[in-house]
């Protein structure tokens, strides 16, 4: 595993969880949140920003893989970007809060959070639905399968789908994570304020997850000489 991906798929979720703890436990209240925690603090910024940031590397591998990846995998590349694009647009409120508009009159209405985004209409389901649907999701897609297929004899080999679309043991610490931070925010007592901050810790790691996710493929089909002549020897369309 090259050392990039050892350090944002391991060592910073483990530090970042440290740092969770200890901000909760020696800043102020109000000076945590307001820099951590709030619309405009690091955790909702930055998971934002991985997800822009893996719309545009996804949209980058779609056109320099060109000759090199079969169309219909490039495809579901483009897809994923404006998947990410939308969960940044969304974390962002659509910049509202970066740039001080206030919310049209029937999201003010029917927002819980008096917000222009989707995630917040009807009592919050949307965002609830969605952040359960990550809880399956993102295990699977990055721990079952790739666990499962690792035992395989021909995945993850030019041709084989999993070769283009899968992870292998990048992304499992991080969203283990994200899952155990999950479980945490059921079951812990804790106040509200430090539950919903949970919450917020593991939209932030599922965002740098989806940056990894990408950033592992175009290490893979990408960076590596090797790979890509297999690729284009073997490629069949």
């Not at 819980?112 to 990550?134: A, C, I, W």
């Not at 995945?155 to 679309?165: E, K």
């Not at 999950?182 to 919903?196: D, F, N, T």
């Not at 790691?205 to 002549?229: C, F, K, P």
């Amino acid at each position: 595993m090259p050392r990039w991906e050892w350090n944002a798929g391991v060592v910073v979720p483990v530090i970042g969880i440290f740092g969770y703890v200890l901000g909760l436990w020696l800043a102020p209240a109000g000076a945590f949140h307001r820099i951590v925690l709030s619309e405009q603090g690091v955790i909702e910024l930055g998971t934002a920003a991985f997800y822009v940031a893996a719309a545009a590397w996804a949209v980058a591998l779609a056109s320099k893989a060109r000759g090199s990846v079969p169309q219909g995998y490039r495809v579901l590349y483009i897809l994923f970007a404006l998947a990410a694009l939308f969960v940044a647009l969304e974390e962002l409120s659509y910049g509202q809060h970066l740039l001080g508009w206030d919310s049209p009159e029937w999201f003010a209405a029917h927002n819980t959070k008096r917000e222009t985004n989707l995630h917040n209409l009807l009592g919050s389901k949307p965002g609830r639905m969605l952040y359960d649907v990550g809880h399956v999701i993102f295990p699977i897609g990055c721990i079952v399968v790739p666990l499962a297929l690792m035992r395989r004899r021909g995945a993850y080999t030019p041709g084989h789908w999993s070769f283009y679309l899968l992870p292998q043991a990048q992304l499992m610490t991080v969203v283990t994570l994200a899952g155990l931070l999950g479980l945490v925010r059921k079951v812990a007592p804790m106040e509200q304020a430090s539950i919903a901050g949970l919450g917020e810790l593991v939209e932030f790691y599922w965002g740098l997850a989806a940056l990894l996710y990408i950033g592992t493929l175009w290490q893979r089909l990408m960076l590596s000489d090797r790979n890509v002549r297999r690729i284009q020897s073997g490629l069949s369309i």
